[in-house]
T-cell receptor, first 114, second 112 residues
Framework: DAGVIQSPRHEVTEMGQEVTLRCKPI?????LFWYRQTMMRGLELLIYFNNNVPIDDSGMPEDRFSAKMPNASFSTLKIQPSEPRDSAVYFC????????????FGPGTRLLVL | GNSVTQMEGPVTLSEEAFLTINCTYTATGYPSLFWYVQYPGEGLQLLLKATKADDKGSNKGFEATYRKETTSFHLEKGSVQVSDSAVYFCALSGGSARQLTFGSGTQLTVLP
């Protein structure tokens, strides 16, 4: 199993630019989660999907952030326009409703907004 | 709501020392409990889990017992190695939402 795949692994952009982060969950998993990790705030859940439908987006910081899951094997997290305070590591995780609630994390995307 | 309180770090130990990282939780119902580990530059990996009271999760020499009476899930290892240096997160999951509630993480450094 390839595990959760995220791209890009590193992204450096300038303030005001659009940033798109991508995630491919483990095949067969029907839950997908987006997290943000910073030194100041730790690990924060931004949004999660079940069967491609957004269930809870209360963690999305503001309207500049949006997430989509057009099919079971792909999700995006978009930031438009980006700001320096968005600099963080963004993780995607997936889990299966068929088993325990274990979430499997991707390697993360390290975002730096200048 | 659910919450997880973890022992503040960082923790620095010498190789072969005994490790305890405390974790207590607040939750309604009967949550499942987890320890995740994050090595430098990587994502979180499941270390161990327990799904009901008095269960003991174990993996790679680490252990944690689900104590409902004290609402705790402390992580222990009898003899740490340099390769155990990482950040450790306690987490809980409950109900149908499938969300995990994470603690703040504890940085462990093991010196040779």
């Amino acid at each position: 199993d390839a595990g959760v795949i995220q791209s890009p692994r590193h992204e450096v952009t300038e303030m005001g630019q659009e940033v798109t982060l991508r995630c491919k969950p483990i095949s067969g998993h029907d839950y997908l989660f987006w997290y943000r990790q910073t030194m100041m705030r730790g690990l924060e859940l931004l949004i999660y999907f079940n069967n491609n439908v957004p269930i809870d987006d209360s963690g999305m910081p503001e309207d500049r952030f949006s997430a989509k899951m057009p099919n079971a094997s792909f999700s995006t997290l978009k930031i438009q326009p980006s700001e320096p305070r968005d600099s963080a590591v963004y993780f995607c995780a997936s889990s299966s409703s068929g088993g325990a609630e274990t979430q499997y994390f991707g390697p993360g995307t390290r975002l730096l907004v200048l | 709501g659910n919450s997880v309180t973890q022992m503040e770090g960082p923790v620095t130990l010498s190789e072969e020392a005994f490790l305890t990282i405390n974790c207590t939780y607040t939750a309604t119902g009967y949550p499942s409990l987890f320890w995740y580990v994050q090595y430098p530059g990587e994502g979180l990996q499941l270390l161990l889990k327990a799904t009901k009271a008095d269960d003991k999760g174990s993996n790679k020499g680490f252990e944690a017992t689900y104590r409902k009476e004290t609402t705790s899930f402390h992580l222990e290892k009898g003899s740490v190695q340099v390769s155990d240096s990482a950040v450790y997160f306690c987490a809980l999951s409950g109900g149908s939402a499938r969300q995990l509630t994470f603690g703040s993480g504890t940085q462990l450094t093991v010196l040779p």
